[in-house]
């Protein structure tokens, strides 16, 4: 398994884990990018808020499009059915 070692955000972090390098990469900028739009717009607020905004915006838009797949594989399950 190969180990990453990488500044994100200022912070050092070293992991493991199965993913590609590109898919580390991409997840790196994206943080960095997000990260940048929140400090642009609480440029005043404390880099830990900025952090814990950055997690609840993040794991919003996860649990968002865990609704939408779920809403996305009961239309599948019906035309399949449909199907049958």
Do not use: H, W
């Amino acid at each position: 398994m190969p180990e990453y070692s990488l500044e994100v955000l200022g912070l050092r972090v070293s992991f493991k884990t199965d993913v590609p390098p590109e898919r580390v990469k991409r997840a790196k900028a994206f943080l960095e990018e997000r990260y940048k739009v929140l400090e642009t717009r609480g440029s005043k607020l404390s880099k830990e808020k900025l952090l814990i905004y950055l997690c609840l915006g993040l794991a919003d838009d996860y649990l968002c499009l865990k609704d939408q797949q779920k809403v996305l594989e009961k239309r599948i399950n019906e035309l399949l059915d449909k199907l049958d």
